[in-house]
Nanobody, 127 residues
Framework: QVQLVESGGGLVQPGGSLRLSCATS????????IGWFRQAPGKEREGVSC????????NYADSVKGRFTISRDNAKNTVYLQMNSLKPEDTAVYYC????????????????????WGQGTQVTVSS
């Protein structure tokens, strides 16, 4: 069974950085994508970034381009989200999720495409 566990959230000042981790297990092939999403209080869940397991192609929401970087370490079965220049509006619960994806297609950050989700980790950006 596919499992995803997020970690690395916390409280950080505006302009600071955090690195989130998504530890994965249970995959039977490498044809999948891992995405990061976030949900702020009273708002819908939104896609942040994604990466394909085989091609390592990536995709980002416009709101985080140039500030966030997604990467993966296959040896550790872990996907990371490096978040720099954090803003108060980045405050949210961050989730990682996965769906079966072909390596020749750009992964999507559309929430409805994803099948399995982690439990989330809180990120708070405040002075």
């Amino acid at each position: 069974q596919v499992q995803l566990v997020e970690s690395g959230g916390g409280l950080v000042q505006p302009g600071g950085s955090l690195r989130l981790s998504c530890a994965t297990s249970g995959f039977t092939s490498d044809r999948y994508a891992i995405g990061w999403f976030r949900q702020a209080p009273g708002k819908e869940r939104e896609g942040v970034s994604c990466i394909h397991s085989r091609s390592r192609s990536t995709n980002y929401a416009d709101s985080v381009k140039g500030r966030f970087t997604i990467s993966r370490d296959n040896a550790k079965n872990t996907v990371y989200l490096q978040m720099n220049s954090l803003k108060p509006e980045d405050t949210a619960v961050y989730y990682c999720a996965t769906y079966a994806a072909n390596p020749w297609q750009l992964c999507t950050v559309v929430t409805g495409a994803y099948e399995y989700w982690g439990q989330g980790t809180q990120v708070t950006v405040s002075s």
